[in-house]
């Protein structure tokens, strides 16, 4: 059976702009699982926790970051 992945998008998210990105350890932790990273490479990875690469313009991955942070599975993908 093939899989299927199911992507919740909070509506109301859509339209700010995102000027950073971090991971929040204050409540749970990162699982490593790299769901961010194959969602968003080109802001995310994972070499062991999550790591946000420097010098990316995060407007242009507005969506995807929003996606990686809705679906990571511990929360701890924050932006403002
Ligand atoms: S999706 Fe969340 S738990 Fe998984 S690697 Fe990314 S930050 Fe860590």
Redesign the pocket.
Known sequence: MDEVRLYIINFKSIGMSINDVW?DESENE????????AICPQV?E?PG??LVKEDVDFCQFELAIKL?AE????E??KFD
């Open positions: 991971l990162c699982l490593c699982c790299g769901g961010c990273a995310f994972v926790k999550m990686a679906n990571c599975p511990t701890v993908i």
